[in-house]
């Protein structure tokens, strides 16, 4: 192809790729889904919070807010002292601060917080982004199975 | 880690020796030419660390351009050795609390470290070779002068503006001293330990921790004085050690109750 | 490239003369110019002011700032994962490039090194940015002179390579991958083929911008000869990365420097030119995308079994000292200077960024330059606004 | 009730007129669907507009009608007379080349002897129109946008017309008329069964043609006055609303233009081999609205492919490259057309 000029090659590759078939997906009538790891929103898991605030100090931005308060809780074996346990009054990740790092999902030591790839939660108003406890937790459905790893990895031992 | 004041000529830590045979090159041939000059130098996992007397800051970086090869000029900058208040704003918001001063305790200035507040520290690179060399000299506080070594470097202009913009050393003999980032009109030094970070002031910070009485319990005197307003804004933690406000701050009482204002 | 080096010297001088001719002849009112900072040919907001006599520049200033963050600053207040993610914002296009060098000082301190699987794991993504970023360059540098189409064949083919990112980190922009001491996560299953397939595309893309650009000789005589820059004033300004091997300067940090990333474990050339114009540092660039893909498959070939994290206490603290490590980014040498008293946080962060140095030779390099040039010179020093202001 | 006579000369060409005013935007707006939407973007592998009609389809009307309903601004220190006249006279030069294109034997507004040198004439009027704008909008993105358009569109105009004087020694008329009757009729070495188109012979001519032809009409490679990456958008940087339109309209009318004056000249026009008469004026227009598009489709093509030149290698392209050129042809074409 040396001989043939520059510009004629150049005229050859747009050419050939208007023969090609198009790459846009027309996004909503056709959807593409996002990787099972992506991090599109923050699901919780209340059962598993223990209200320790290790994430709201963690986050960078500082965009997680956490209420709770002491509570008795009912004696696990019958006829034992009431447990004194604590209750969650409110959860909010406010999504127009976060930066989707996902730093707190990884230092909760009790598998409370965990990643969905749904990305389709936008806002007219800004207000709207700050998430509550209901939606976070309404998200827990959406959050897909773990992946499996590739050959040669090893399993970390809790694997999130 | 290796002991922190090295003289030129004493000798290296053993396991060092063999490795860095360049570097201790660099550090005698150095030392030949400017003797006490070179106040003092450090050689560390295979890096380089070398103090210049102030007055012969310039002379040192020419010398190490011509004659020792170090033609690549990477960058220059200033480093600030107060200790840090606690700039993180990751405090409790003791409301009828005195402010903590941070009393001014200089802290040891790492490798090569001088006795002055300030020091700019300047690294060139060596191509052949694959050495790169830290020149640090020290900017005493009342006048931070330093020679410019834009003669040397043409490449160092910007950086010199940014460090006098940063922290206000005075670079005698620069083609042009203005700002770089900032706005014509900004005041103060942001990049000193001392220059607060405004962002962090203002919003209580959301990790806060605090005591509240369990529902029901004997109310411990602490609610005793003067009822906690509707338990959202005030949070007085009674029993909070008054420890170093920079390291972490509360995590002992792991199952505590957690309340604290919400600000959002 | 049969190309003599006279290109360097006759542009060199031209540049120089021109100085010279424009304040003898007839004392026209030059026109001062603002090129930015909303102006299509920078990237980001970069403002240059630039004095005109014509069509020619008699004098050109850079104003960066408009995008400073402050991020040495917000480095002193924040606990090291949590400077991870603030440092992959600095250079957004090849943001896992970011993270290595800082991670790579903290474990130089600390004394930890981390499983081969994931040297080899981070060598993978280092030059996976490299690709999702020079492609963008390459794309852009067509649109800075006038052909539209290069740009979008550049978008479609990075997408690939940011969906493997995605598929694996979580993040496509901002990844957030790199830990002290290892990795988050390892590789999801299948992720190698698809990176195989990825990596034929971003090669048959090369071949495409070889074709629609490099050989066409409208864009040869819009690039040739301008903006030369020689060796010797490379370095004095601290050029690193394309730019300074685009001027003959045979220096690359994955081979020069002793860094435990996999480099060493791939056999693969470093590209330089001897012209130092543009055109060479655009041919340079496209060189190194393709040998970005071949380091890529070679070490996805050869990646051990293994653990993906060395043992990391889960609070880091990194003890006392000094650490300077710089690698290759995308758009050169980046280094991260780590000052640690042995506390949660850094006490001291220089972030030594290479499109800082690439843009303070503007005032050098425009002088004497037509108003297209100056698109065309901007465009092939190719730099990014985060990096510049940080 | 006064019997009106539509036979007479002012009714025929007032209808002619209205027909001709009917075809510019739809042609233009033709020009502008299939190339700069559609083509354009599948030589970028995207599919271009589809929402507007199907597949697309309506999408320049709605632009047409998104440009109307925007506020038309005029700058602070413009000029306000001349930036107000500027897109006028712009499009003036566009309408007036549509009087001489024939579409078949009896489909043309005018046949003026002297056609295409008319059609040249008028197309030179634009420079002024693009001159008004730069000045006027007191922007000096637009000023230099606008000193360059005068220089490119002057040092163009020469090789446009040095390309076309090949063509009229061949046809030996001015009337595109009988040029198309001489492509229809001549015929090389005896062969004469397609006509002779002059693309045949004279191949240097049509080169220099669609080269002078691209850069009248500012299009990459020869976009510096419209420059996007240095000059943001050239003259038309301060236009907005429906003068921005005008100026829009007037780039493609004049592209549908030269490509139908180009299809004339050199692919023979609305003449197919073997039609004849009646049915000529029925097939003509179809044959020449083929090779409009054909030709389109080379100028657009070109367009999306090359980066631009920089000022001085366009105009040393012009004057050291394109002049001599074409005047070598002229002289060729001379000495053959005697011999034969």
């Known amino acids: 192809m040396g001989l043939v000029p520059g510009y004629v090659k150049g005229l050859g590759v747009t050419f050939r790729t208007m023969t090609r078939r198009a790459v846009t997906v027309q996004y909503p009538r056709v959807k593409e889904a996002p990787a099972p790891r992506a991090r599109g929103v923050i699901a919780l898991s209340t059962e598993n919070c223990t209200v320790c605030m290790l994430c709201a100090r963690e986050c960078p931005v500082w965009c997680i807010f956490i209420e709770g308060h002491n509570d008795w809780e009912p004696p696990r074996r019958e006829g034992g002292k009431p447990k004194k346990g604590f209750v969650l009054d409110r959860f909010d990740i406010d999504y127009s601060l976060c930066m989707y790092c996902g730093i707190c999902v990884e230092v909760c030591p009790f598998d409370a917080l965990f990643w969905s790839p749904e990305f389709e939660y936008s806002e007219a108003n800004i207000a709207e982004l700050l998430h509550d406890k209901g939606r976070l937790v309404d998200w827990l459905q959406t959050v897909p199975e773990a992946p499996a790893l590739e050959v040669g990895a090893q399993a970390k031992k809790g694997a999130k | 880690m290796a002991d922190e004041t090295l003289t030129a000529d004493a000798a290296d830590a053993p396991e060092e020796v063999e490795v860095d045979s360049a570097r201790a090159a660099v550090v005698e041939a150095l030392g030949a030419q400017f003797g006490d000059a070179i106040v003092d130098s450090h050689i560390a996992k295979g890096d380089l660390w070398v103090r210049v007397a102030p007055a012969s800051w310039a002379a040192v970086v020419r010398f190490c351009k011509d004659v020792l090869g170090f033609r690549f000029f990477d960058f220059l900058s200033g480093l600030d050795w107060l200790n840090n208040p606690d700039l993180s704003g990751e405090k409790v918001w003791d409301l009828d609390a005195e402010p903590t001063v941070a009393e001014p305790r200089i802290l040891d200035r790492g490798y090569t470290g001088g006795d002055t507040r300030f020091q700019v520290f300047c690294r060139l690179i060596n191509i052949d070779t694959h050495v790169g060399v830290t020149l640090k000299v020290d900017v005493d506080e009342a006048a931070p002068h330093l020679d410019t070594i834009v003669p040397i470097f043409a490449g160092a202009d910007w950086h010199e503006r940014e460090t006098w913009e940063m922290f206000g050393f005075i670079f005698d003999g620069h083609p042009g001293l203005r700002h770089l980032y900032l706005p014509g009109a900004f005041e103060g030094f942001p990049l000193r330990k001392d220059f607060p970070l405004l962002s962090r002031e203002i919003r209580p910070w959301p990790g806060l921790v605090d005591k509240e009485p369990m529902p029901g319990e004997n109310v411990p005197e602490s609610a005793a004085e003067g009822s906690l307003p509707d338990g959202a804004d005030a949070a007085l933690p009674k029993d909070e050690p008054k420890d170093e406000p920079k390291d972490e701050p509360k995590d002992e009482p792991k199952d505590e109750p957690k309340d604290e204002e919400d600000s959002a | 490239m049969s190309v003599t080096t006279d290109w360097q010297k006759s542009a060199y001088i031209s540049s120089q003369a021109a100085d010279a001719r424009v304040n003898v002849e007839l004392e026209t009112e030059g026109m001062t110019l603002n090129i930015g900072p909303q102006h299509p040919a920078t990237h980001g907001t970069l403002r240059i002011v630039v004095r005109l006599d014509g069509e020619?520049?008699?004098?050109?200033?850079?104003?960066?700032?408009?995008?400073?963050?402050?991020?040495?600053?917000?480095?002193?207040?924040?606990?090291?994962?949590?400077?991870?993610?603030?440092?992959?914002?600095?250079?957004?296009?090849?943001?896992?490039?970011?993270?290595?060098?800082?991670?790579?000082?903290?474990?130089?301190?600390?004394?930890?090194?981390?499983?081969?699987?994931?040297?080899?794991?981070?060598?993978?993504?280092?030059?996976?940015?490299?690709?999702?970023?020079?492609?963008?360059?390459?794309?852009?540098?067509?649109?800075?002179?006038?052909?539209?189409?290069?740009?979008?064949?550049?978008?479609?083919?990075?997408?690939?390579?940011?969906?493997?990112?995605?598929?694996?980190?979580?993040?496509?922009?901002?990844?957030?991958?790199?830990?002290?001491?290892?990795?988050?996560?390892?590789?999801?299953?299948?992720?190698?083929?698809?990176?195989?397939?990825?990596?034929?595309?971003?090669?048959?893309?090369?071949?495409?911008?070889?074709?629609?650009?490099?050989?066409?000789?409208?864009?040869?005589?819009?690039?040739?000869?301008?903006?030369?820059?020689?060796?010797?004033?490379?370095?004095?300004?601290?050029?690193?990365?394309?730019?300074?091997?685009?001027?003959?300067?045979?220096?690359?940090?994955?081979?020069?420097?002793?860094?435990?990333?996999?480099?060493?474990?791939?056999?693969?050339?470093?590209?330089?030119?001897?012209?130092?114009?543009?055109?060479?540092?655009?041919?340079?660039?496209?060189?190194?995308?393709?040998?970005?893909?071949?380091?890529?498959?070679?070490?996805?070939?050869?990646?051990?079994?293994?653990?993906?994290?060395?043992?990391?206490?889960?609070?880091?603290?990194?003890?006392?000292?000094?650490?300077?490590?710089?690698?290759?980014?995308?758009?050169?040498?980046?280094?991260?200077?780590?000052?640690?008293?042995?506390?949660?946080?850094?006490?001291?962060?220089?972030?030594?960024?290479?499109?800082?140095?690439?843009?303070?030779?503007?005032?050098?390099?425009?002088?004497?330059?037509?108003?297209?040039?100056?698109?065309?010179?901007?465009?092939?020093?190719?730099?990014?606004?985060?990096?510049?202001?940080? | 009730m006064l019997a009106v006579d539509f036979t007479t000369y002012g009714w025929v060409t007032a209808l002619k007129v209205g027909v001709v005013l009917g075809v510019i935007p739809i042609g233009s707006l033709i020009f502008v669907y299939v190339f700069l939407f559609k083509m354009m973007s599948h030589m970028q592998s995207r599919l271009g507009p589809m929402e507007a009609g199907p597949h697309g389809m309506l999408q320049p009307v709605v632009e047409a009608i998104k440009f109307l309903q925007k506020e038309d601004i005029f700058p602070a220190r413009a000029d306000r007379l001349v930036f107000g006249l500027a897109p006028f006279v712009v499009i003036v030069s566009t309408f007036l080349l549509y009087l001489v294109i024939p579409a078949g034997p009896s489909l043309i507004v005018e046949d003026l002897d002297t056609g295409i040198f008319?059609?040249?004439?008028?197309?030179?009027?634009?420079?002024?129109?693009?001159?008004?704008?730069?000045?006027?909008?007191?922007?000096?993105?637009?000023?230099?946008?606008?000193?360059?358009?005068?220089?490119?569109?002057?040092?163009?105009?020469?090789?446009?017309?040095?390309?076309?004087?090949?063509?009229?020694?061949?046809?030996?008329?001015?009337?595109?008329?009988?040029?198309?009757?001489?492509?229809?009729?001549?015929?090389?070495?005896?062969?004469?069964?397609?006509?002779?188109?002059?693309?045949?012979?004279?191949?240097?001519?049509?080169?220099?043609?669609?080269?002078?032809?691209?850069?009248?009409?500012?299009?990459?490679?020869?976009?510096?006055?419209?420059?996007?990456?240095?000059?943001?958008?050239?003259?038309?940087?301060?236009?907005?609303?429906?003068?921005?339109?005008?100026?829009?309209?007037?780039?493609?009318?004049?592209?549908?233009?030269?490509?139908?004056?180009?299809?004339?000249?050199?692919?023979?026009?609305?003449?197919?081999?073997?039609?004849?008469?009646?049915?000529?004026?029925?097939?003509?227009?179809?044959?020449?609205?083929?090779?409009?598009?054909?030709?389109?489709?080379?100028?657009?093509?070109?367009?999306?492919?090359?980066?631009?030149?920089?000022?001085?290698?366009?105009?040393?392209?012009?004057?050291?490259?394109?002049?001599?050129?074409?005047?070598?042809?002229?002289?060729?074409?001379?000495?053959?057309?005697?011999?034969?």
Not at chain 3, 173 to 184: A, E, I, M
């Open chain 3, 56 to 390: 020619q520049v008699v004098w050109a200033d850079p104003v960066p700032g408009y995008m400073h963050r402050g991020h040495e600053k917000l480095c002193e207040v924040r606990k090291y994962p949590q400077v991870n993610t603030l440092v992959n914002r600095i250079d957004w296009l090849g943001s896992f490039a970011n993270e290595v060098p800082f991670i790579l000082a903290a474990e130089q301190l600390m004394g930890i090194e981390a499983p081969p699987r994931a040297q080899y794991i981070r060598t993978i993504f280092f030059e996976m940015s490299r690709i999702a970023n020079i492609a963008l360059f390459l794309g852009d540098m067509g649109v800075q002179l006038g052909a539209i189409t290069p740009v979008f064949y550049a978008f479609r083919d990075r997408e690939h390579v940011l969906n493997l990112i995605e598929s694996a980190t979580g993040g496509r922009f901002h990844p957030n991958y790199d830990r002290v001491g290892g990795l988050k996560e390892d590789l999801p299953k299948g992720w190698i083929d698809e990176a195989k397939d990825v990596m034929n595309r971003v090669r048959r893309f090369c071949d495409e911008l070889e074709q629609l650009l490099v050989g066409n000789e409208i864009f040869q005589k819009r690039t040739r000869g301008i903006g030369v820059i020689t060796p010797a004033v490379a370095l004095d300004y601290g050029l690193s990365g394309a730019n300074l091997r685009a001027s003959g300067v045979d220096w690359d940090l994955r081979r020069d420097s002793e860094s435990p990333l996999a480099w060493k474990h791939a056999d693969w050339k470093v590209w330089t030119h001897p012209d130092g114009d543009s055109f060479a540092r655009y041919w340079v660039r496209l060189q190194e995308t393709r040998e970005a893909a071949i380091i890529i498959d070679q070490l996805l070939d050869s990646l051990p079994a293994g653990p993906i994290m060395a043992k990391v206490p889960v609070k880091i603290k990194v003890p006392e000292g000094e650490a300077y490590v710089e690698t290759e980014n995308p758009l050169g040498a980046m280094g991260f200077y780590l000052v640690s008293k042995g506390d949660l946080s850094p006490f001291r962060v220089k972030i030594r960024t290479p499109s800082f140095n690439n843009i303070s030779i503007c005032p050098w390099l425009l002088k004497g330059v037509f108003v297209p040039d100056i698109i065309t010179i901007l465009a092939s020093l190719y730099f990014i606004l985060g990096d510049i202001d940080r």
């Open chain 4, 118 to 340: 008319f059609a040249l004439a008028v197309s030179s009027l634009s420079v002024i129109g693009v001159l008004m704008a730069g000045w006027a909008s007191a922007n000096k993105f637009a000023l230099i946008g606008g000193l360059r358009a005068a220089g490119q569109l002057i040092a163009y105009e020469l090789p446009l017309i040095l390309a076309v004087i090949g063509v009229v020694i061949q046809a030996g008329s001015l009337s595109l008329q009988d040029i198309v009757y001489a492509q229809a009729g001549g015929e090389i070495f005896g062969f004469g069964a397609i006509g002779n188109p002059f693309v045949l012979t004279q191949i240097v001519g049509f080169v220099i043609f669609l080269m002078a032809a691209q850069a009248e009409l500012a299009q990459t490679p020869f976009d510096m006055p419209v420059a996007e990456s240095e000059l943001v958008a050239g003259y038309m940087t301060e236009y907005s609303g429906f003068r921005f339109l005008f100026f829009f309209i007037g780039e493609f009318g004049t592209a549908f233009a030269f490509a139908g004056i180009a299809a004339t000249l050199f692919l023979g026009g609305w003449y197919v081999p073997g039609i004849e008469g009646g049915l000529a004026d029925v097939v003509g227009p179809l044959a020449l609205g083929g090779k409009v598009m054909f030709i389109g489709f080379l100028i657009f093509w070109i367009r999306f492919t090359y980066p631009r030149f920089r000022e001085d290698q366009l105009q040393r392209i012009a004057w050291k490259v394109l002049i001599p050129i074409s005047l070598l042809n002229i002289v060729v074409t001379g000495v053959l057309k005697v011999v034969f």
